[in-house]
């Protein structure tokens, strides 16, 4: 410890020191030393592979930097920590990061309860007939991954716990399940026309055109027209396909790959991954029960339907003016449901679907008498207690959050990097931009709060200003969309801070260090790919039907000729 200890006094605490002598003289802004907090929790992540300290002293080093007193070092010492314990209460006390707790908690339980049941075991011994060998079984959970398309939480913490079983059986590295369902969580939500995302995307993006002069735009038009430049989520998609098809690896994924497959380690026995390892004898099912894959099916059922039911009647709750109205005359239409689900509060609507498919699973497994009702309680609170971890995690990612918003880290990067830039770059830069903010604070729904109003009208100005060539404003604009849109995607796939990829680590029972150092590679990848093949080329007016198709191809040449296969012909 005391070489961790050295590393944070050495990239954190001497530079704050430092600082602290002209703090007066620079109360209004930090510069550069905001970007401290974040560095420091990212660094310490990867030397100690240990997301919850590296959190805290990521944390604590913010709320130093804004207590900080040049005349009592030990008065600022005493005040940042009562200022860190402040933002963890805060950002439990959010109602949306509460629901957010709670569903994961909640759907926990539940998961425990239909193991205990035997659900997952009797799918996975069903998919084991199917799914003969490594392809077909990543494939499976690759196209699950499309099925939970409303939400990308939902998707981590159903297809995880499912696929987990028969992954394992075939010795597939816990790594790439965590990476597939990492993959197809948030592009997949990102690119859906009903989800848990187009409500606040929306809002995003008319508010933003209101600011230009445009406040009659359609923002679905507007958000559907970003599709075909969504690249980085479509070159992703496809990056997993080609990899699952081709049982090809490159980078630390082929090493796990090996690893699992030829000595059945699915995890790395090197790190500790006990924190992530859920299962145990007392949510086994009993010896001699009938495996029934209803048992899991069924409670899963009534998650889904009840989140699409509570989507829109949540929804509609929201509603207001003229939307409620037009809701009103035609509720079952197109527009109404979009409209509702854009207005509904996600993080409860899952909570209390959750809790209905927990009970509604406690009920199957009381009535074929598989426990008693004091066993089935029992279970649901392991599982609940199994996900304390993640939720801890999520309120440090939450607070760092907060204290990265207090000292301006992300309102420093955008002015350090938005000025003077020239037509054909812009695109990239925001998508660069966008990817290091939600690197940074490890949430792609902030970076678009933070960029989207700054996108538009820059990509206006510089649309006016400078005269584009070979591509009319309104697809230059659109474009710039895109690229925020898909930049905070790729910067949170990146994060070893971020939320979705922390549940999908935990959803998958693998080391969340092991998870992110091996899905870097890929992303990285694929995000050079998206601005080589996609944003550098379409702001100078190259069609998208041109640009996606060899963004493709140059995804699956790269995977059959650079990548190496890991299975022994």
């Not at 008693?372 to 207690?385: F, M, N, R």
């Not at 000292?407 to 660069?432: E, K, R």
Request: glycine share 8%.
């Amino acid at each position: 410890m005391n070489k961790f200890l050295k590393t944070f006094l050495l990239i954190a605490v001497l530079p704050i020191a430092i600082f602290a002598a002209d703090a007066k003289a620079n109360s209004l802004t930090y510069g550069a030393f905001t970007l401290l907090p974040p560095l420091v929790a990212i660094v310490l992540a990867f030397i100690t592979r240990n997301v919850v300290f590296s959190l805290f002293m990521g944390i604590f080093t913010g709320t130093f930097m804004v207590n900080v007193s040049g005349s009592n070092i030990f008065a600022s010492f005493f005040n940042a920590f009562i200022d860190m314990s402040g933002k963890m209460v805060g950002s439990l006390a959010d109602s949306w990061n509460a629901g957010i707790v709670l569903q994961v908690l909640t759907i926990g339980g539940m998961i425990a309860v239909i193991t205990k049941m035997g659900g997952p075991r009797a799918i996975a011994e069903k998919l084991a007939t199917k799914a003969k060998g490594q392809r077909s079984a990543q494939l499976y959970t690759w196209i699950m991954g499309f099925f939970i398309f409303f939400d990308d939480y939902a998707n981590s913490l159903v297809v995880g716990p499912i696929m987990k079983p028969v992954t394992d059986k075939l010795k597939i590295a816990r790594e790439k399940l965590a990476f597939i369902i990492d993959a197809t969580a948030a592009p997949i939500a990102g690119l859906a026309l009903i989800s848990t995302w187009v409500g606040y995307e929306l809002s995003l993006i008319k508010d933003a055109y209101t600011v230009i002069g445009q406040p009659e735009i359609n923002a679905f038009s507007i958000f559907v027209e970003t599709l075909p430049y969504r690249f980085y989520n479509i070159l992703m998609l496809a990056f997993v396909f080609f990899s699952a098809f081709t049982l090809r690896e490159f980078g630390p994924m082929h090493k796990a790959a090996v690893r699992a497959h030829d000595k059945g380690q699915v995890t790395d026995p090197k790190t500790d991954s006990t924190l992530m390892n859920q299962e145990n004898s007392f949510m086994m099912p009993k010896d001699g029960m009938k495996y029934s894959i209803y048992n899991a099916i069924v409670p899963i059922m009534v998650l889904i339907v009840v989140a699409f039911i509570g989507f829109y009647i949540n929804g509609v709750s929201g509603l207001e003016g003229k939307v409620l109205e037009a809701v009103n005359a035609d509720p079952y239409s197109f527009y109404a449901i979009r409209e509702a689900f854009g207005a509904a509060d996600a993080s409860i609507v899952i909570f209390e679907a959750a809790l209905l498919a927990s009970l509604v699973a406690i009920g199957m497994g009381l009535q074929q008498k598989i426990f008693s009702l004091h066993e089935a309680i029992e279970t649901w609170v392991y599982g609940v207690k199994a996900l304390v971890i993640t939720a801890v995690i999520l309120i440090l990612a939450w607070s760092l959050s907060a204290v990265m918003k207090e000292v301006g880290t992300a309102n420093y990067l955008v002015t350090m990097l938005s000025d003077s830039t020239p037509q054909f770059i812009l695109p990239t830069i925001i998508f660069i931009l966008g990817s290091i903010i939600s690197f940074s604070t490890g949430t792609s729904y902030g970076t678009m709060g933070i960029l989207m109003p700054l996108t538009i009208p820059l990509a206006n100005a510089v649309g006016l200003n400078t005269g584009l060539e070979g591509v009319d404003l309104h697809n230059y604009i659109v474009l710039n969309v895109g690229a925020v849109l898909t930049g905070a995607i790729f910067g949170d796939h990146c994060s070893p801070i971020s939320d979705t990829s922390i549940l999908s680590s935990m959803a998958s029972s693998c080391n969340h260090m092991d998870h992110i150092s091996t899905q870097l590679f890929y992303a990285i990848f694929v995000g050079i790919v998206a601005v080589v093949c996609g944003y550098l080329p379409a702001a100078f007016g190259v069609p998208v039907t041109v640009l996606l198709p060899i963004g493709l191809l140059v995804i699956f040449l790269v995977i059959r000729f650079y990548g190496k296969p890991y299975i022994k012909a």
